[in-house]
C-alpha cells in the first residue's frame, strides 16, 4: 500500500511539472501515442515470448532471466497504456531487461537465485548402498 501510494504521488508531481512544460495538446499526444506504443507492445509480445523462448532453450539466458525478461516487458506495455509521464517513463524502461533487473533486485529486494545443481556445486553426498546377505 505504500509503494501505491508513492507511486500516486511521485505520478501526479511528474504528470503535471512536464504537462505544466508541454501544454494540453502535447500531453494529450503523448497519453495517445504512449497508449498505442502499449498496446502494439502487447500485441507483438507473444514473438518476444518465443524469442525469449527460444535464447532459453538453446542456453543463452537462463530460466529467471526468461522469466524476468517476460514478466519486466508486460508490465512495461502495461505502464505505457496507462496515462501519465512517470508510468511512461517507467514502461519505456522496463522494455529493457538491464531495468527490470535492477528494479527486482533493488526495490523488490529479490536476489538473483542460482541454481546449484547446474553448476556442480551441489550440497548432496554422495552414497553407494551395498546390500550384504547374511544367511550365507
Do not use: H, W
Amino acid at each position: 500500500m505504500p509503494y501505491l501510494l508513492l507511486y500516486l504521488f511521485i505520478e501526479v508531481l511528474v504528470s503535471v511539472e512536464i504537462a505544466g512544460r508541454l501544454g494540453g495538446l502535447l500531453t494529450f499526444g503523448e497519453i495517445i501515442l504512449s497508449a498505442i506504443i502499449g498496446f502494439f507492445l502487447l500485441t507483438n509480445f507473444r514473438y518476444t515470448l518465443s524469442k525469449s523462448m527460444t535464447a532459453m532453450t538453446s542456453g543463452q539466458i537462463s530460466v529467471q532471466d526468461f522469466q524476468k525478461m517476460s514478466l519486466f516487458t508486460l508490465i512495461g506495455a502495461v505502464l505505457l497504456i496507462i496515462p501519465g509521464f512517470f508510468s511512461d517513463i517507467l514502461g519505456v524502461l522496463f522494455q529493457f531487461s538491464f531495468f527490470g533487473t535492477l528494479f527486482a533486485t533493488k526495490v523488490l529486494n529479490l536476489k538473483n537465485k542460482k541454481n546449484n545443481y547446474r553448476e556442480g556445486k551441489d550440497d548432496a553426498i554422495d552414497v553407494e548402498v551395498i546390500d550384504v546377505d547374511d544367511s550365507k
